[in-house]
């Protein structure tokens, strides 16, 4: 029984101390909140008690501001930006915007300021050193002044001396001049003398120049008549095949190339321009050195092509470039068009060279030279509108009577080359020309007066002169 009661007091004695002890855990909290709470407080107090006094300087401090730029200490800031603004659109204008403040530009203008007293400065004593110079110049201009006018003293006297110098020589001079006049009417007499014999000697000259000259024309007239031409034929016929394939003695080593063309003569004939050609031929290929197979473009029936025949080409030369010029309006295959630029490729394909030619256009292209052989003749247009060719027709004839030219027609130089047009083609439409249209023999009956073919054209006469 005593022990339970132990028990029970041991218990109590237990739980009492437990509250005890949480009881003082109790008040030390209350106490420890309490003390940090009035610390809290000292120091918000403290706190509230410096940002006062900041606020106070501050406001000190831009009271201070306002009156250093010269506002009212109790401005507000609306003022302040105000007058902030207007200093900065009159005053800082011109600067950039990272120096819109009262310092930099101050400093600016202080800078500007101190250069312009500087210029000032140099300025003033420039004004005195011009100054000075000034006064040298006034004190030099004087001295001079006093020494021209010693000058001009002794000039006055030399010019006295001179002009009575002068009237001396004048009056030399008047004597010399007549002596002169004598003499130069003596010399006017002789010259006159002089040109009178020396006309009559130009005036005998000249008859003689005129006989002269109507003799070399007859003598070039009788030379045209029969004197030979220097042409020699360019090779020989080697041998004829009945299919109308021929070799001539031409080949390689002579430079000829395929396509060129030639006219056959007669064996007994030596001068091809003065022969009747029998008929034409065109190199087909090269077989060697002086051999070259060729076919017969044309020929007569009646004289027909034989081995030892002579080849004669107007533009192909074995060893030497003939050189041409072109005149006239050039149509080869007689269709109305102009056919130069065939004719020059037709000229250098077969060896030869073109000096001068008429473009399409009548335009002079190139130079004749006294080394250009022959001039062609092409047709003299009569039409108006042509007027360039008919001038350059007479121009370049009248250059080959200067520089000695040999002038052939156009169809002579194709005839003595051997060259045979292509198949002619007739232009319809607006371009046709009635003379290209023929009647056939089932539209009439062909008696011998009649004519089928067109009448020919004279394309080889100048206005008032045979060209040749």
């Given at each position: 029984m005593?022990a339970r009661?132990d028990?029970?007091?041991v218990?109590?004695?237990?739980?009492?101390?437990?509250?005890?002890?949480?009881?003082?855990?109790w008040?030390?909290l209350?106490?420890?909140?309490?003390?940090?709470?009035h610390?809290q407080?000292?120091?918000?107090?403290?706190k509230?008690?410096n940002?006062?006094?900041a606020?106070?300087?501050?406001?000190?401090?831009?009271?201070?501001?306002r009156?250093?730029?010269?506002?009212g200490?109790h401005?507000?800031y609306?003022?302040v930006k105000?007058?902030?603004?207007e200093d900065?659109?009159?005053?800082?204008?011109?600067?950039?915007e990272?120096r819109h403040?009262?310092?930099?530009?101050?400093?600016?203008?202080?800078?500007?300021n101190?250069k312009?007293?500087?210029?000032?400065?140099?300025?003033?004593?420039?004004?005195r050193?011009l100054?000075?110079?000034?006064l040298?110049v006034e004190?030099?201009?004087?001295?001079?002044v006093?020494?021209?006018?010693?000058?001009?003293?002794?000039?006055?006297?030399?010019a006295?001396t001179?002009?009575?110098?002068?009237?001396?020589?004048r009056?030399?001079l008047?004597t010399t001049?007549q002596?002169?006049?004598v003499s130069?009417?003596e010399?006017?007499?002789y010259?006159?003398?002089e040109k009178k014999?020396l006309?009559t000697?130009?005036?005998?000259?000249?008859?003689?120049?005129?006989?002269?000259?109507?003799?070399?024309?007859?003598?070039?007239?009788e030379r045209a008549?029969?004197?030979?031409s220097?042409?020699?034929?360019?090779g020989?016929v080697?041998?004829?095949n009945?299919n109308?394939?021929?070799?001539?003695?031409?080949?390689?080593?002579d430079a000829?190339?395929?396509?060129?063309?030639?006219s056959?003569?007669?064996?007994?004939?030596?001068?091809?321009?003065?022969?009747e050609?029998?008929?034409?031929?065109e190199?087909?290929r090269i077989?060697?050195?002086?051999?070259?197979e060729?076919?017969?473009?044309?020929?007569?029936?009646?004289d027909?092509?034989?081995?030892?025949d002579?080849v004669?080409s107007?533009v192909?030369?074995?060893?030497?470039?003939?050189?041409f010029?072109?005149?006239?309006f050039?149509d080869?295959?007689?269709?109305?068009?102009?056919?130069?630029?065939?004719?020059?490729?037709?000229i250098?394909f077969?060896?030869?060279?073109?000096d001068?030619?008429?473009?399409?256009?009548?335009a002079?292209?190139?130079?004749m030279?006294?080394?250009t052989?022959y001039?062609?003749?092409?047709e003299?247009p009569?039409d108006?509108l042509?007027g360039?060719?008919r001038?350059g027709w007479?121009?370049?004839?009248k250059?080959?009577?200067d520089?000695g030219?040999?002038?052939i027609?156009?169809v002579?130089?194709?005839?003595?080359?051997?060259?045979?047009p292509?198949v002619?083609t007739?232009?319809l439409?607006?371009g046709?020309r009635s003379?290209?249209?023929?009647a056939?023999?089932d539209q009439?009956e062909i008696s011998p007066?009649s004519n089928?073919f067109r009448?020919?054209?004279t394309?080889y006469?100048?206005?008032?002169?045979?060209?040749?």
């Open positions: 005593a009661q028990q029970t007091l218990i109590a004695l237990i739980v009492f101390v437990c509250i005890a002890v949480i009881g003082l855990a008040g030390y209350m106490f420890k909140s309490s003390g940090d709470a610390k407080i000292a120091d918000l107090q403290q509230l008690q940002e006062t006094e606020v106070r300087t501050n406001q000190q401090e831009n009271e201070s501001y009156r250093y730029i010269g506002l200490e401005d507000n609306d003022v105000e007058t902030y603004d900065m659109d009159k005053y800082g204008s011109t600067f950039d990272s403040n009262y310092r930099d530009i101050l400093g600016i203008i202080y800078e500007e101190k312009i007293a500087l210029r000032e400065a140099d300025a003033k004593e420039q004004l050193q100054k000075e110079r000034l040298a004190n030099e201009k004087e001295q001079q006093q020494q021209y006018q010693a000058q001009m003293k002794k000039a006055e006297a030399d006295a001179q002009r009575k110098s002068f009237a001396e020589d009056s030399k008047e001049k002596e002169l006049t130069m009417n010399q006017k007499q010259y006159q003398k014999q006309d000697k130009i005036e005998e000259l000249t008859s003689r120049l005129a006989n002269s000259e109507r003799a070399k024309k007859k003598l070039l007239e008549k029969g004197a030979e220097f042409e020699v034929p360019d020989l080697s041998w004829v009945q109308g394939t021929i070799w001539i003695n031409l080949g390689a080593a000829l190339r395929p396509q060129v063309t030639f056959v003569y007669d064996a007994t004939l030596s001068d091809p321009a003065k022969a050609k029998k008929g034409t031929i190199v087909t077989l060697g050195d002086h051999i070259a060729a076919r017969i473009t044309s020929d007569n029936l009646i027909p092509v034989l081995s030892g002579h004669y107007q192909w030369h074995r060893g030497k470039n003939l050189r010029a072109l005149t006239g050039i080869i295959d007689d269709d109305g068009t102009n056919d130069v630029d065939k004719a020059i490729e037709l250098e077969n060896g030869g060279e073109v001068s030619y008429l473009d399409k256009d009548g002079l292209k190139g130079d030279t006294v080394d052989r001039l062609v003749l092409g003299f009569e108006s042509k360039a060719f001038e007479g121009r370049m004839a250059e080959a009577d520089k030219v040999e002038k027609t156009l002579e130089f194709l005839n003595r080359m051997g060259y045979t292509d002619r007739v232009k439409g607006v046709a003379d290209d249209f023929v056939s023999p009439f007066s089928r009448p020919r054209r394309p006469r100048l206005p008032g002169k045979v060209p040749y």
